[in-house]
């Protein structure tokens, strides 16, 4: 197995000369934190260009390898959940979480994709009831996410073609127990990208 450095100069090849994150750093600009051995920093751009252009698969599992050798444990679950995206496609929503008064939890959860809860997706058994499925969450933008919050959240379907007819406004609803959890509005989904 080669090391971090080794695994994140090939990841950089894999990109194309003009990739581009959101905010405007390069490949270049990649580079230049190769040149001087800053490796956490070259990581933590390529992430942003991966997430900004098409990559494929072994670039993610690239760079989750690199993460996981330089200890970097949210940066490894991340580009794993991008390189399963790659894979099976991407469901985003806009989730908000009920608070205790309506029911809803009472603390706050980590939101890098640990948590699975379930979702009534549409889908309905024999008997009519919910026929729920299970998707592992990752909120966005925040390392916490607790009751009342309202997010973009990414959701990794166990059974992803059970998601196929989703499309974009359609309101869903998270389960952690009995009652409804949270409300999600579809806003986006991609399929797979191979």
Same mark, same amino acid.
């Given at each position: 197995?080669?090391?971090?450095?080794? &695994? $994140?100069?090939?990841?950089?090849?894999?990109?194309?000369?003009?990739?581009?994150?959101?905010?405007?750093?390069?490949?270049?600009?990649?580079?230049?934190?190769?040149?001087?051995?800053?490796?956490?920093?070259?990581?933590?751009?390529? @992430?942003?260009?991966?997430?900004?252009?098409?990559?494929?698969?072994?670039?993610?599992?690239? +760079?989750?390898?690199? %993460?996981?050798?330089?200890?970097?444990?949210?940066?490894?679950?991340?580009?794993?959940?991008?390189?399963?995206?790659?894979?099976?496609? !991407?469901?985003?929503? @806009?989730?908000? +979480?009920?608070?205790?008064?309506?029911?809803?939890?009472?603390?706050?959860?980590?939101?890098?994709?640990?948590?699975?809860? +379930?979702?009534?997706?549409?889908?309905? @058994?024999?008997?009519?009831?919910?026929?729920?499925?299970?998707?592992? &969450?990752?909120?966005?933008?925040?390392?916490?996410?607790?009751?009342?919050?309202? %997010?973009?959240?990414? &959701?990794?379907?166990?059974?992803?073609?059970?998601?196929?007819? +989703?499309?974009?406004?359609?309101?869903? !609803?998270?389960?952690? %127990?009995?009652?409804?959890?949270? @409300?999600?509005?579809? $806003?986006?989904?991609?399929?797979?990208? $191979?």
């Amino acid at each position: 197995m080669d090391d971090a450095f080794t &695994l $994140i100069r090939q990841a950089v090849n894999l990109l194309p000369e003009d990739a581009t994150a959101e905010n405007g750093v390069t490949v270049g600009d990649v580079r230049e934190y190769i040149a001087h051995q800053e490796w956490e920093m070259a990581l933590g751009i390529l @992430t942003e260009i991966g997430d900004s252009c098409p990559a494929c698969v072994e670039f993610w599992d690239l +760079l989750a390898e690199a %993460a996981r050798q330089m200890m970097l444990d949210r940066s490894r679950r991340w580009c794993e959940w991008r390189g399963w995206e790659v894979q099976h496609g !991407t469901v985003r929503v @806009t989730l908000s +979480l009920l608070g205790p008064e309506e029911g809803g939890r009472r603390s706050a959860f980590s939101g890098d994709g640990r948590l699975r809860p +379930l979702w009534d997706i549409g889908h309905r @058994t024999p008997g009519g009831e919910p026929d729920l499925s299970i998707a592992t &969450l990752w909120v966005e933008v925040a390392e916490e996410f607790g009751p009342g919050d309202k %997010a973009d959240a990414r &959701l990794a379907p166990l059974s992803p073609e059970r998601w196929r007819h +989703l499309k974009c406004g359609d309101v869903i !609803t998270m389960h952690e %127990a009995r009652p409804v959890a949270g @409300t999600a509005v579809v $806003i986006e989904v991609l399929p797979p990208r $191979i």
